[in-house]
């Protein structure tokens, strides 16, 4: 196993939201496809299309306040729940006690279906069947890089790692706690440091599926917030190492309650989509249904990498279209941001960081700025001294030149000293006068 020190410190990524470039065709959110936008031709057919309109951000934090955000999310919830969308669900019944909630179910289209590597029984159904959709990453048409889960249950754990395996996952985030307010919203699908309860979760991983899982570390990262490694021991001793970022300051149904801890997770969602587009890895985000938080928290991804990269390619004034963002994803996965908070949430977390990218992308050209103006104070320093030292030595050779004339001449000696007077004036005024230098007047 390798040391868990080297696991929990990931390499340093090369692409960042400062230096991020995106096609245009991509900023505006993930594609839905292979299959039809139907919520798209539904605005289309309604005359709703000035919805999909992006915003400038310099007018975000006053534009979005205007607008009428319930029933905008109304219409969302219209638009991406008809007939059509409801064809696509997967409503096989042999498959119902696999879903943590039975409202909540897959796309047929989009669904992850489980090859039949580890297959252990005679129900194919039951075997192939988790309750996930693949998402497009606004960084590539049709990348299905992110797969959006429910939180496993018991029964689907085993499931759930074998999923990890497929499709070669490197990154998982959580994003709720185990149990709230008495009721469980995830199982503990990781073996617990209890040799005891480690023994029970192995035993059964193994006897389902064939699999072995081993924790390699854990990190507190925050308050609400902790990392784990995890690796994963297939048949024919295969080792496959991923990483958990586990986040639990946020309750269902409601929105972050640590600030600082929710942007960790959300530099860990941005920093995988931004360093992963020519590698085959996948990330899973999920929390209890698999569809609020998880909805949320990829939303903003998407859009955060959408805004930087309109400001890295020096954009007059980059738009965002939250409404358009969050109905793409709607047509990938049933339900994605779930509440009507959470859909505000979006709004206010963008217009907190605009104002925030803004100030310290300002505070970065700063400096800039002071260094020319420090170098041109340096110069016009320069130039005072010397056109001092100039007009010093210039006076000091006349004294001396009169002194001579004085001794040896005598009354012609004051004559030419008169003579001589005016030049000494005009030097005198020069120094007064501006004199200039690249363009600067140095005084």
Known sequence: MEPA?????????????????LPALHISGPIPAPFEDTSYEILKKKNFLHLEQEIPISKFAEEYKKRDLPLEYKLLYEI????????????????????????IIPYDDTRVVLNDRWVTNENHAQDSYINADYINSVMGQNDRKLIA?????????????????????????????LSEKGTVKCHKYWPDADSRKEKAFQEHIQDVNGLVILQAGEKQLGPTLVERQFEVLSPGNKRHYVRQVHYTGWIDHGVPESGSDFELVLQELIGFLLNNQTTLDKAIIHCSA???????????????????????????????????????????????????????????????????????????????????????????????????????QQEEEIENNEQVKTTSSGNSARSRNIKNKPALSQVQQQQHEPSTCGGCAIY
């Open 5 to 21: 020190s080297s696991l929990l410190s990931p390499k340093t990524p090369s692409m960042t939201l400062a230096n991020v470039r």
């Open 80 to 103: 991406t729940y008809s007939h059509r969308h409801q064809l696509r669900m997967n409503n096989d019944p042999a498959v119902y006690n696999l879903n943590r909630y039975t409202d």
């Open 149 to 177: 889960t429910q939180g496993p249950l018991e029964i689907t754990t085993g499931h759930f790692w074998r999923m990890v395996l497929q499709e070669n996952v490197k990154l998982i985030i959580c994003v709720c706690p």
């Open 290 to 392: 698999g569809i609020g938080r998880t909805g949320t928290t990829i939303a903003l991804a998407e859009l955060l990498i959408g805004i930087s990269s309109q400001f890295n390619q020096h954009a007059l004034d980059p738009k965002v279209s939250v409404f358009s963002v969050v109905r793409r994803l709607r047509e990938q996965r049933f339900f994605m941001v779930q509440m009507l908070e959470q859909y505000e949430f979006i709004h206010q977390y963008l217009a907190m960081w605009i104002e925030r990218e803004e100030r310290l992308r300002a505070e970065m050209n700063a400096p800039k700025v002071e260094v020319k103006m420090s170098e041109i104070q340096r110069v016009s320093g320069s130039l005072k001294k010397s056109v001092k030292k100039s007009v010093h």
